[in-house]
């Protein structure tokens, strides 16, 4: 069965610095991947995703996120955080399956004004 | 577009009692629907998916049961809650294989 990993827990960084959050899955098949925000109080919200092609994928709010598949990694990414990106973010993958959507258990982040 | 409906916000209830949580969804036909749980620093468990009416997969045993009776309706049931059975619940649908899930606003349970 597919699985995702987030390896951080919590990320804190000050307005203006550079992203990036880690994602990896187990699936060696083709992959469907997606990031996911949910800001406090809000309910979750897709950010971005990847079905094939270009494996640089931009979504909204100046995220973007790069498909690697010899390491299995869906790292997201922004140039440049503010404050109103504290949020937890969630990597998820259906990984093979229809209708299995598997998440991982979150990055939590925090900028600092 | 699809909106999801979930209700109540939040929940409290006494170890022993029965659960129904209700989503709905609208603007769309045939979706697909799951119930996950959500739980401080472990992310969203898949509890269960639905492919169609009266088709049910269960992803984790437990004390909870899904049904679909109408084809934009889940409902999610317990009929003796746990302590353990605290935690946000959220409802979500897709809409065809392989793609993204959109999320109703959650239920927060809490068993006392």
């Known amino acids: 069965a597919q699985s995702v990993s987030q390896h951080n827990h919590h990320v804190i960084l000050s307005e203006a610095a550079s992203l990036e959050l880690g994602c990896n899955y187990s699936y060696g098949g083709t992959v469907n991947l997606f990031w996911y925000v949910q800001y406090p109080g809000q309910h979750l919200q897709l950010l971005l995703k990847y079905f094939s092609g270009d494996p640089l994928v931009k979504g909204i709010k100046g995220f973007e996120a790069e498909f690697i598949k010899s390491k299995f990694s869906f790292n997201l990414r922004k140039p440049s955080v503010q404050w109103s990106d504290t949020a937890e973010y969630f990597c998820?993958?259906?990984?093979?399956?229809?209708?299995?959507?598997?998440f991982g258990k979150g990055t939590l982040l925090t900028v600092n004004p | 577009s699809q909106t999801i409906h979930q209700w109540p916000a939040t929940l409290v209830q006494p170890v022993g009692s029965p659960l129904s949580l209700e989503c709905t969804v609208e603007?769309?036909?045939?979706?697909?629907l799951y119930w996950y749980r959500q739980a401080a620093g472990r992310g969203l468990q898949l509890l269960f998916y639905s492919v169609g009416i009266g088709q049910i997969s269960s992803e984790v045993p437990q004390n909870l049961s899904a049904s679909r009776p109408q084809d934009r309706q889940f409902i999610l049931s317990s009929k003796k809650l746990l302590l353990s059975d605290s935690g946000f619940y959220l409802c979500?649908?897709?809409?065809?294989?392989?793609?993204?899930?959109?999320f109703g606003q959650g239920t927060r349970l809490t068993v006392v």
């Open positions: 998820a993958t259906y990984g093979g399956s229809n209708y299995k959507l598997t």
């Open positions: 979500a649908c897709s809409l065809g294989r392989y793609t993204e899930a959109f």
């Open positions: 603007g769309t036909s045939n979706p697909n």
